[in-house]
């Protein structure tokens, strides 16, 4: 009997040939498409914690205070005193400025850093 080679669905993917199965896209990626030999990342600043996401829009942004430095992130991390991100879909936290301070986890102002 012969086998037929079937695409992966979209969501799924197989990174070689001759695999008899697709494997779902872990947290933090996604594939649009059927077929897909690998699975896109969602960019710095996002993150999806979706198994098998079928599309980017399961990538959301961080929220204020909090970051993705990288891609393929399944949630964010909260920017560490004496950081602050000011909007969503920080890919970085930013710096108090010289002579300030904050001790505050996941700041999401300015405002937190105080002579």
């Not at 037929?4 to 990626?29: D, K």
């Not at 929220?63 to 891609?71: D, E, K, L, P, V």
């Not at 602050?84 to 102002?109: I, K, L, Q, R, W």
Request: glycine residues 14%; contains cysteine; proline residues 8%.
């Amino acid at each position: 009997s012969s086998t037929t080679c079937v695409p992966c669905a979209a969501g799924w993917y197989s990174a070689i040939g001759a695999n008899s199965s697709c494997l779902e896209c872990p947290p933090g990626t996604y594939a649009g498409s059927t077929g897909a030999s690998a699975c896109d990342e969602c960019g710095p600043g996002t993150y999806s914690d979706a198994v098998g996401a079928n599309s980017s829009t399961t990538c959301v942004p961080c929220a204020a205070g909090w970051y993705s430095a990288i891609g393929a992130n399944s949630s964010c991390l909260e920017c560490p005193p004496g950081t602050y991100a000011g909007s969503t879909g920080a890919s970085a936290c930013d710096e108090c400025g010289p002579g300030t301070y904050s001790d505050a986890v996941g700041a999401n102002s300015s405002t937190t850093c105080v002579p």
